[in-house]
């Protein structure tokens, strides 16, 4: 089955910073989805990746898929705090059959101070 | 356009009530999900629907059970509530193709 790894598990920022999340597939990535979380709420859909090579931009976050589609990252440019929460990836199954069903990395917890 | 809806929003159960939860999606997707969210333990599909009518075991099915009598809902129920099944529970919902799942707000449980 299907394995996403995300680094790091936690990150701790100053407001302005740059940071970069990792999500890294055991086998290769047919569609890659960014989540954003916040605390006691739902998970909202930020982007999606599909092609090897991709990049997709909102706003201050920045998403890329590597060439080889075993790999994405997420880019923030100048952190705020309204950043902050749980990042998590999700991918397509092998193939991209098993009716939609995603399978999900663990998180990054974000932290911006002011 | 409310998206996905989940209700209650928060309950309390002593161990052994029943409950059912409801997802309602006014987006016209065929496919619809629930998972539990705990810490450490990420995301977990309980169960999953392919259409009206159709529902189908996800990765942690016991002790729960599902039902889609109609397209726009998707209803989760415990039988005989544990404490093991205290959790954040999520719906989700999505389109034939290529597209992203779209979750509601969640339904915090606590089995007592």
């Known amino acids: 089955s299907q394995e996403l790894e995300q680094s790091p598990q936690s990150l701790i920022v100053q407001e302005g910073k740059n940071l970069t999340i990792n999500c890294t597939s055991s086998k290769t990535l047919y569609g890659l989805y960014w989540y954003k979380q916040k605390y006691g709420e739902g998970l909202i859909f930020l982007m999606m990746l599909q092609k090897g090579g991709e990049e997709k931009s909102h706003e201050k976050i920045t998403a890329k898929l590597d060439e080889k589609k075993q790999q994405s990252s997420l880019h923030i440019t100048a952190s705020q705090p309204s950043h902050a929460g749980i990042y998590l990836c999700g991918a397509d199954s092998p193939g991209g059959t098993s009716y939609g069903k995603l399978t999900f990395g663990q998180g990054t917890i974000l932290t911006v101070h002011p | 356009n409310a998206g996905v809806t989940q209700t209650p929003k928060f309950r309390v159960l002593k161990t052994g009530q029943s409950m059912t939860l409801l997802c309602a999606q006014d987006?016209?997707?065929?496919?619809m999900y629930w998972y539990r969210q705990d810490p450490g333990m990420g995301l977990r599909l309980i169960h999953y629907s392919v259409g009206e009518g159709t529902t189908a075991k996800g990765e942690v099915p016991d002790g729960y059970n599902v039902s889609r009598l109609k397209k726009q809902n998707f209803l989760l129920g415990l039988e005989s509530a544990a404490p093991s099944q205290t959790s954040v529970y999520f719906c989700?919902?999505?389109?034939?193709?290529?597209?992203?799942?779209?979750f509601g707000p969640g339904t915090r449980l606590t089995v007592l």
């Open positions: 989700a919902t999505r389109a034939r193709g290529w597209d992203a799942q779209y």
């Open positions: 987006m016209n997707h065929e496919y």
